[in-house]
């Protein structure tokens, strides 16, 4: 009988399997957050906690790069521990139910909040590249909703909003992303609501 090998990669000097290991973050810039996931995936860490709240009500440009890493976080295969310093809305839950669900919220009593976790699936809203053209696949609303961008303006928008940068969106690029709740508003401030998934579950499923 032939024997499979298993190949296991080196944790970094101090680890060891089986371990829970936690960084604990304040996140501030946004143009490293997808390092900062990436660097802490591949260091060992699997589970990463946010000291500062979300402010979902009146939120500053911090509150959003927290939100990014959540995202980013998600992708990569990390548990993200985070809390929301207000109340949530119906639309806010949908909104974001496509992230890891918050360890705590605002509010008198959030018995929705067992759902979010309990109903949580990574690839619940992604979006993947193919030749010349985006496809973002979501599954908020509890059906499948596929979108496909062609056009060269919403490219770029698509593109610089994932990538946290300033970009003058053209007003109907705006309008039709809102609609569609790809984008989400706070405020004056954009935030791109699908992921670029990086690490698919296992057991593989379809999404």
Known sequence: MRTRKRWIMPLPEGQHRGSR???ILDV????AQILKADALYDSGVRRVRLRRAVDLSAPTTRDLRAL???KMGTARGLQIQWAVATEMSCQDRQALSHLQAPIS???SGVPWLDEWRNGFFLGRCIWRQGPGFIQIR???S???VTFNLTDPEYLAAFYALDRGEPYDLPA???TDL???GLVLQYADMLWLAPYQIVRWPFPSMTI
């Open 178 to 180: 809102l609609n569609e």
């Open 68 to 70: 990014d890493f959540v």
């Open 142 to 144: 509890q059906r499948l």
């Open 28 to 31: 501030d810039d946004a143009s």
């Open 105 to 107: 919220v605002a509010g």
């Open 138 to 140: 979501d599954r908020r």
């Open 172 to 174: 109907h690029v705006t």
């Open 21 to 23: 290991s936690i960084a």
